[in-house]
């Protein structure tokens, strides 16, 4: 069949297109994505918000200064009430000074659970609490705290036993739920809460079209990225920061969530 001009040349910028396409996803997962940070809006219920905080985790820290001051700033400009993050903060105790540092740069309280690596590392998690604590906020460990007038309530999980009885929230309070693992949600029982956050899937860090993730951890299931409805209440699970465990991201950058309830 013999080919029109138009044609032809459409013909062969979709060759070469499919041919440069391996090299270009590449390129972008490798370079491009890990770095390149987005922010996520979600509002929850009706009526005029009355709280506005920000959700961001597994940060992974490995020494990579630059970035993490960027993902502060970025949080900062945001202005945020408060700032709610889901572990993994390091993976190798030596770089927890210089998290802890840089996350005292964050100008809204600051309330977090561990994550995994957090519990692997050995690292002191006096020192987290301290960290944390100086923020305004708190390092969580199955504790909560009521805030903003009596009218918020954080709540924080170890997520170390499967026979643990989950946090009871205040029935006076809105009450948000901060967790690692996002299959979590499924051994909270009868206990309802206005939000759950999560980290620890990284979104599956690679994502393909159609598809969805290629790898995920365990204790994630079926809640691997974005807003689930489920018993316990709104699930939002955040891509995190950081990687693990190589530095490649795919249709999937890393984030920052900003909340409205």
Not at 102 to 124: C, Q, R, T
Request: glycine share 10%; aromatic share 10%.
């Amino acid at each position: 069949m013999k080919l029109g001009k138009f044609n032809r040349r459409r013909f062969l910028l979709a060759a070469l297109v499919a041919a440069a396409a391996p090299g270009l996803a590449a390129a972008d997962a490798k370079w491009l994505e890990p770095g390149w940070v987005k922010t996520r809006r979600l509002r929850l219920g009706t009526g005029k918000p009355t709280h506005r905080l920000v959700h961001f985790t597994d940060v992974h820290h490995k020494g990579d200064r630059a970035y993490l001051v960027s993902v502060v700033k970025k949080i900062n400009a945001l202005s945020p009430d408060l700032v709610c993050f889901t572990g993994d903060l390091i993976e190798d105790p030596q770089h927890l000074p210089e998290a802890l540092e840089l996350f005292a740069g964050i100008k809204s309280p600051v309330y977090g659970v561990p994550g995994n690596h957090d519990f692997w590392s050995h690292a002191s998690f006096d020192a987290m609490a301290k960290g944390f604590a100086a923020t305004g906020g708190a390092w969580l460990m199955d504790d909560q705290r009521v805030i903003a007038d009596g009218k918020l309530c954080l709540l924080g999980a170890t997520c170390l036993s499967a026979k643990q009885k989950p946090l009871v929230p205040p029935k006076t309070t809105r009450n948000i739920f901060l967790m690692h693992y996002p299959a979590w949600v499924k051994r909270l029982g009868t206990q309802k809460y206005d939000l759950l956050l999560a980290g620890h899937s990284h979104g599956g860090q690679v994502r393909l079209p159609f598809y969805g993730p290629i790898f995920l951890p365990f204790g994630v299931d079926e809640y691997d990225l974005g807003l689930f409805h489920t018993g316990s209440g709104p699930l939002y699970v955040g891509a995190g920061i950081g990687w693990f465990p190589v530095p490649i991201r795919f249709n999937c950058r890393p984030e920052i969530t900003v909340v409205e309830i």
